[in-house]
């Protein structure tokens, strides 16, 4: 037996908790001081070396938060935030100043990325897929750019697009998630530091998948990113996010917000893979993530497809969305939100449905284990001018051991009589006897584990990327290693 | 190959078995029978090594490269590695896995165990297909998830699928025949006798005689309240489905 353990320890470098990613990156960091008011929002706008526009469209954002109230309506409990005492602003110091390339980062980020399976050097990049990474405040490199930029696809850190092409953020940045939407937003459009920016002109399909890897390092630092993809005519794009942080007892706030456009005939495939630190046994630190993620199908035809594992985070707060705008437009929402500890996630999706033959699909699974809590919300509305939409929407959640618990809030609002929507739910147990039944088989605890979370999660997977889904299981299986009993 | 010595186990602090001696060697069949509630099952989860059950005193010897090892505290898992298959009499329902995918897995598992080569997808195929015909299984289960929303005779036969893909030195079939028409008891009794050989045995559990007409064992046991009460040739198989159990408890 001990010599099984061993193996295990080794393709699984396990920390404290059972989190592989928490270590922390000793860098000279370029940071604000604590605290929010006008003074670091004008920093981090110069620090970015922003438009003016920009500037004034943070304050205003701004202005508007501070007139706003945390949300506590979420299945969950946390203690108020205390806004001034976070840094809004933290950088790994260049070695330079100028025009950024790899070589004026500092090495230890570059290690970093590497330890975490992001090579970004030229030499040693993943092929197939063009990752910007984006290290605490700001984006540390961005590979693939030059390929894309003979299709005439730009992706790059959003401060760069801000130089690069000001009048497509200007068009698009806020058009879907306004700072007027929630509390986080405001927050985030006030003082959002990096992201990614894409943008895959008309009747391009971007040959590569679009990443960007999210690495939070620095203490007593929020992350709030934002990402703006763009699909003109016909255009395609598969995007991947990943994301980890270091083990710290505190908690981290990170409020990203995320804006997808399709234009008529355009796809855009938003995969996400979260993986944030997620506190130890006794719910001890971890990340916050409240997150907005909302897609328009402005054009005919379009389609958006999110899929996210949810793995991570003391606290997960996420429901990516789609307005279904244009005529036959296309919502996908397919989940896995995996729980486990103490750890709360209420997390889901809104299809909105808008024009006339639209049609959405949510598939969400949920599992639980330890003294988690995992809920999924969903609104289904169908507006009046959506003639004939169709909703499908399957919820499952899976419970491991007694202690925790899973909830389902779907909800559903018709105003036109067309519509036709199909709601399923189910709530099951992985039990001791399926655990038995496949050891007797002759498969390990760990691999009994494995099929039967893979199995309960194949509707959501097999929409995942080969490596992607790859990835997925094998942070399923870490996370649940000691959770059945 | 299977040596239980005076064992005692028990499930959620009741003790079931009290005292139970079992020798079984290769190539016979053993027939377990008693009335209901007497340890049946229990003695066949306690040698497949199910966690909710626990053995008191006594030992369980199976032979393990040619010396007998006591397994009592041995993961279920490499118990199944090395040769023990139990039959479940309520085999358990995997939904969303593919029966070949879990077919396959299995079968590599014990694979990569004794060294040999593993199977892919296109390799198994052909293997599982051919071990299904001799079932009378419908190809479309091997698609299906495993034991999900198949009939009760389905899962039994899928059972013995398992048990001919594993090839085990030691199979318990617990119950096999409960919840079986004569026609797929016929069929199941089939798919065990071919998988029978001198260098295998079999421990098969049941309440009822019918079974033993299609699979006929060398030695018949009747245990009762935990322990062998009786030890002879499959005649007290018919003596009992004469007789009921009383004459023997009395």
Not at chain 1, 283 to 294: L, M, Q
């Amino acid at each position: 037996m001990s010599d099984k353990s061993e193996v295990l320890q080794n393709s699984y470098p396990v920390e404290p908790g059972g989190y592989k990613y928490g270590f922390i990156t000793d860098v000279e960091a370029d940071a604000a001081p604590k605290g929010l008011n006008e003074q670091i929002i004008a920093f981090i706008s110069r620090k970015k070396d922003e438009p003016a526009f920009m500037l004034e469209w943070r304050l205003k954002a701004y202005r508007h938060w501070l007139g706003m109230k945390e949300p506590h309506w979420a299945n969950f409990k946390y203690a108020p935030i205390d806004y001034q005492d976070i840094r809004y602003y933290s950088a790994p110091k260049k070695k330079g100043t100028g025009p950024s390339s790899l070589d004026e980062v500092d090495a230890e980020v570059v290690k970093a990325f590497e330890k975490l399976g992001i090579p970004l050097t030229e030499q040693k990049r993943l092929a197939g897929v063009a990752v910007d990474a984006v290290f605490d405040s700001v984006s540390v490199g961005t590979t693939h750019q030059k390929d894309l930029e003979k299709l005439g696809i730009i992706f790059c850190p959003i401060s760069e697009a801000l130089r690069k092409c000001p009048e497509l953020v200007k068009k698009y940045m806020g058009s879907v998630v306004p700072h007027t939407d929630n509390f986080f937003a405001a927050l985030n459009a006030a003082v959002f530091t990096d992201g990614s920016f894409c943008y895959i002109p008309e009747g391009v399909r971007c040959p590569v998948d679009l990443s960007t890897y999210f690495r939070i390092n620095a203490k007593d630092t929020g992350q709030f990113e934002r990402t703006l993809i763009i699909a003109e005519k016909g255009a395609y794009v598969s995007y991947l996010e990943g994301c980890t942080a270091p083990v710290r007892d505190e908690n981290q706030l990170h409020a990203a917000v995320v804006e997808l456009i399709a234009l008529d005939d355009a796809q855009i495939k938003y995969s996400t893979v979260q993986n944030w630190y997620a506190g130890d046994k006794e719910g001890r630190g971890g990340i916050y993530n409240f997150v907005t993620k909302r897609g328009m199908c402005a054009g005919v035809n379009s389609k958006i497809s999110w899929t996210q594992v949810e793995a991570g985070s003391a606290i997960t707060w996420k429901y990516p969305s789609v307005i279904l705008k244009g005529d036959n437009a296309v919502g996908e929402f397919y989940s896995v939100a995996l729980t486990s500890n103490r750890m709360n996630a209420d997390t889901g999706t809104k299809m909105i449905h808008m024009g006339r033959n639209t049609r959405s699909t949510i598939i969400s699974k949920g599992i639980s284990s330890d003294f988690s809590h995992n809920s999924y919300r969903g609104l289904v509305k169908i507006m009046p001018s959506a003639e004939n939409a169709r909703n499908f929407s399957q919820c499952d959640s899976m419970l491991v051991g007694n202690n925790c618990s899973a909830n389902t809030f779907p909800r559903i609002e018709v105003k036109n009589n067309s519509a036709t929507l199909e709601h399923e739910a189910t709530t099951s147990k992985i039990s001791a006897e399926q655990v038995f039944y496949l050891q007797s088989r002759g498969l390990n605890k760990e691999e009994a584990i494995a099929l039967v979370i893979n199995g309960f999660c194949k509707d959501v997977f097999k929409t995942l990327p080969l490596e992607f889904a790859v990835e997925a299981v094998r942070l399923l299986e870490m996370k649940l290693e000691n959770s059945v009993g | 190959m299977l040596n239980i010595k005076d064992l005692y186990a028990s499930v959620d602090g009741h003790q079931i078995l009290k005292g139970l001696d079992l020798s079984v060697k290769a190539g016979e069949v053993h027939a377990i029978m008693g009335p209901n509630g007497s340890g049946k099952s229990t003695l066949s989860k306690i040698v497949a090594g199910h966690p909710q059950y626990t053995v008191d005193r006594g030992s369980i010897e199976f032979e393990i490269n040619g010396a007998m090892t006591n397994i009592a505290a041995m993961e279920p898992d490499l118990r199944a590695r090395e040769g023990i298959f139990l039959a479940f009499q309520y085999p358990v329902e995997i939904p969303g896995v593919p029966t070949s995918e879990f077919l396959r897995s299995s079968y590599n598992a014990l694979a990569r165990h004794h060294g040999l080569a593993e199977m892919d997808p296109l390799d198994f195929d052909p293997f599982i297909r051919e071990k299904m015909k001799v079932l009378e299984m419908d190809e479309k289960y091997i698609d299906r998830a495993v034991n999900v929303d198949f009939s009760g005779g389905e899962k039994k036969r899928n059972e013995i699928l398992q048990m001919a893909v594993l090839n085990p030195r030691l199979a318990v079939l617990d119950e096999t025949d409960s919840g079986l028409d004569v026609d797929s008891m016929k069929i199941v009794a089939h798919g065990v006798n071919v998988l029978r050989t001198k260098r295998n045995a079999m421990v098969v559990i049941t309440h009822y005689q019918r079974l033993l007409n299609y699979i006929k064992p060398d030695i018949v046991h009747v245990l009762y309240q935990g322990r062998i009460i009786k030890t002879a040739g499959p005649e007290l198989a018919l003596q009992i489905e004469e007789k009921g159990y009383d004459w023997l408890i009395a």
